[in-house]
Nanobody, 129 residues
Framework: QVQLVESGGGLVQPGGSLRLSCAASGRTFSTYPMGWFRQAPGKEREFVAAISRSGGSSTASYADSVKGRFTISRDNAKNTVYLQMSSLKSEDAAVYYC????????????????????WGRGTQVTVSS
């Protein structure tokens, strides 16, 4: 059974940084792509970042709204995917979810919710002075 547990959320001032973690269990972590999504109050969940499976060419993709500010990475030894967030803005405040898919294609990332099969429960990020 695949389980994903996010952590690292909290309160941060505008312009600040935060690193989210997502610990995965239940299968071979390195084999599958990972993604981060977020949902702000009253809004639909949206794509943030994704990283391809290990092996082959490693690929990452980002929503335009976070490019240059957020970085997704993975540590296969720790079965963990990270989202390093910097230059945070008030509009980044949301519940952040990590997700993984059953697809094991090399070099691919996925940006649509329906492409993901497993989700964590989320971690809250608040950006406020």
């Amino acid at each position: 059974q695949v389980q994903l547990v996010e952590s690292g959320g909290g309160l941060v001032q505008p312009g600040g940084s935060l690193r989210l973690s997502c610990a995965a269990s239940g299968r071979t972590f390195s084999t599958y792509p990972m993604g981060w999504f977020r949902q702000a109050p009253g809004k639909e969940r949206e794509f943030v970042a994704a990283i391809s499976r290990s092996g082959g060419s490693s690929t990452a993709s980002y929503a335009d709204s976070v490019k240059g500010r957020f970085t997704i990475s993975r540590d296969n030894a720790k079965n963990t995917v990270y989202l390093q967030m910097s230059s945070l803005k008030s509009e980044d405040a949301a519940v952040y979810y990590c997700a993984t898919t059953d697809s094991a294609s090399y070099g691919r990332t996925y940006s649509r919710e329906y492409e993901y099969d497993y989700w964590g429960r989320g971690t809250q990020v608040t950006v406020s002075s």
